[in-house]
């Protein structure tokens, strides 16, 4: 019997600190730059944001989603067979931020790892963790997150500090008889690998004085990406992912994409046939929360009720490299 991955349950997590747009304002004015934030709110939607506490890390904020999500599995830690992250803002350059969590929630039978596809790390995880259900007969129970705490490798007087929220999203998958994973696909274009990133701390330029105080080793957009980098590329990866696995936009009961311009969400739907009514968003409550946003996002569009059992959700993320990646899943729970 063919093994099909399903996402049994999903969680989330978001800090209680809530950094409105009004007190960026007043710190950017007292920069020299007053409309800054406004202009960013009008472009992207985003209102607010929430930061974890000071003397948090990034699996401090995975942590909480993990084990709500196997609470609502109905399982406990010691039944994670494996352990999957993303992000982009991890506890360290290496060990893995997957290990750290596996400890700090007593999942001592998992093994782990962690997946680098910046922002596109969900549907990435997602795809990678049903493939290995499909594949080993021993791995019955799969803990996939996503999660961003990018504010704290940031410079709080960049105005692109703008945009970072923390949080963390989880989901729990299994095999079962119902069809829930779909399929999947990925695109990326490194030439725009200078465009947006923390240059600083790996092997192109180790960790030092110099750089610290430069700056080079908290993350700096250097560059603009174009808008067609989103507007044309999640269309391009949707149609090849939909004509490789049998389904068209009339078929799609939502489409999450990256949550960082809602104007942008707009205009791929529109140009991808699929109702924006359909493309659920958060980044207007909670920010932009990078590797964690459509797992957020989810989570979020499930308690709604915009996502029920038996709904075709399409999964497109992007984000710095440049990555993207897409997942398709049917929703059994």
């Not at 990678?128 to 799969?142: E, F, H, M, W």
């Not at 603009?224 to 269309?235: A, K, T």
Request: with cysteine; charged share 20%.
């Amino acid at each position: 019997m063919a093994r099909i991955a399903q996402i049994v349950s999903t969680a989330r997590y978001l800090p209680e600190r809530r950094i409105t747009n009004a007190e960026l304002t007043a710190r950017f004015a007292a920069l020299g730059n007053p409309t800054v934030i406004e202009k960013f709110e009008a472009a992207s939607g985003i209102t607010q944001r929430f930061h974890a506490p000071d003397d948090w890390v990034t699996s401090d904020i995975a942590v909480p989603a993990a084990r709500e999500a196997l609470k609502r599995a109905g399982r406990r830690p010691e039944d994670v067979d494996l352990i999957v992250v993303g992000s982009d803002s991890p506890d360290y350059i290496t060990p893995d931020t997957s290990v750290v969590v596996q400890h700090k929630i007593g999942a001592k039978n998992a093994g782990t790892f962690d997946v680098g596809c910046a922002c596109a790390s969900f549907p990435a995880c997602i795809a990678i963790a049903s493939g290995l259900i499909a594949a080993n007969a021993g791995l019955k129970t799969v803990l996939v997150i996503g999660v961003y705490m990018m504010h704290r490798l940031a410079d709080a007087n960049d105005p692109v500090s703008f945009f970072y929220g923390d949080g963390a999203g989880a989901a729990v998958l299994e095999s079962g008889a119902l069809q829930g994973f779909v399929g999947a696909a990925f695109a990326a274009d490194g030439s725009y690998a200078s465009y947006w990133g923390i240059f600083a701390g790996g092997t192109f330029e180790p960790a030092s004085a110099e750089a610290v105080k430069a700056g080079r080793t908290q993350v700096r957009m250097v560059k603009n990406y174009p808008p067609e980098v989103n507007h044309d590329g999640w269309p391009r990866l949707f149609a090849r992912l939909a004509a490789e696995n049998g389904f068209t936009a009339d078929d799609v009961d939502q489409l999450i994409l990256t949550q960082v311009r809602k104007g942008s969400i707009e205009l791929v739907a529109q140009r991808v046939g699929v109702p924006f009514e359909k493309c659920h968003t958060i980044m207007e409550k909670y920010g932009y929360t990078g590797s964690a946003c459509i797992a957020m996002a989810l989570d979020d569009a499930i308690e709604l009720g915009k996502i029920k059992r038996g709904d075709l959700v399409v999964m497109i993320g992007s984000g710095v490299g440049y990555n993207m990646a897409a997942s398709a899943v049917r929703m059994t729970f």
